[in-house]
């Protein structure tokens, strides 16, 4: 049987805590910025966990599971 391969988006835009949770960052911070708020913006800065509904998923894409 062939290896499992991970997903290769995902692994670039997924990483995995010490604790086993899964880091992701935000959306909407690439362009189109000047109609953002700053405290928007700022926000949008700091890195996010995924959520547990999507999490099976996320861990089937980087074959966590």
Avoid: E, Y
């Amino acid at each position: 049987m062939p290896k499992m391969k991970t997903t290769s988006s995902a692994k670039k835009r997924f990483t995995v805590t010490g604790s086993g949770k899964i880091k992701r960052k935000h959306a909407f911070k690439s362009h189109i910025l000047t109609k953002k708020t700053k405290k928007q913006k700022r926000n949008l800065t700091h890195a996010g966990l995924v959520h547990q509904a999507d999490l099976s998923n996320v861990k089937l894409m980087l074959n966590m599971k």
